[in-house]
C-alpha cells in the first residue's frame, strides 16, 4: 500500500505560476499527475518513471509545465508556469507499478486532490 499526499495548489492570476509536490509512503515505478475540472472527466497532465526518470506529458501541458520526481525521497513534483484559466481543476497525484504512464486505470494509488484555481 503507497499513500500520497499533495500540496501546493491555490489560486494565482492567469500567467502566474504555481508548484505542486505530492509525497509517496514508499517507492514507486511511476508517479503522475492528473486533473479534473467540475463536469469533466478526469485527464492526464503529466508522468514520470521515477528510475530512469524519462517523462511524458499531455499536449496541453507540454512547454508549460515540468514534473520532475526524487527516487531517492519519492517525491514527485508539478512546476506550472504559464498557467491558463482553462486549467483550474483538481490535481490528482498518482502512483503505479506498471509501465503505462498516461492511462488513469492504470494507476494504482492516488492522493486525495489539491485544487488549483487561475483567475482571468
Known amino acids: 500500500q503507497v499513500h500520497l499526499a499533495e500540496s501546493g495548489g491555490g489560486l494565482v492570476q492567469a500567467g502566474g505560476s504555481l508548484r505542486l509536490s505530492c509525497a509517496a509512503s514508499?517507492?514507486?515505478?511511476?508517479m503522475g499527475w492528473f486533473r479534473q475540472a467540475p463536469g469533466k472527466e478526469r485527464e492526464f497532465v503529466a508522468g514520470v518513471r521515477m528510475s530512469g526518470g524519462s517523462t511524458h506529458y499531455a499536449d496541453s501541458a507540454r512547454g508549460r509545465f515540468t514534473i520532475s520526481g526524487d527516487n531517492a525521497k519519492n517525491w514527485v513534483y508539478l512546476q506550472m508556469n504559464s498557467l491558463k484559466p482553462e486549467d483550474t481543476a483538481v490535481y490528482y497525484c498518482?502512483?503505479?507499478?506498471?509501465?503505462?504512464?498516461?492511462?488513469?486505470?492504470?494507476?494504482?494509488?492516488w492522493g486525495q486532490g489539491t485544487q488549483v484555481t487561475v483567475s482571468s
Open positions: 498518482a502512483a503505479s507499478f506498471l509501465p503505462a504512464v498516461r492511462t488513469a486505470s492504470e494507476y494504482e494509488y
Open positions: 514508499g517507492p514507486t515505478y511511476v
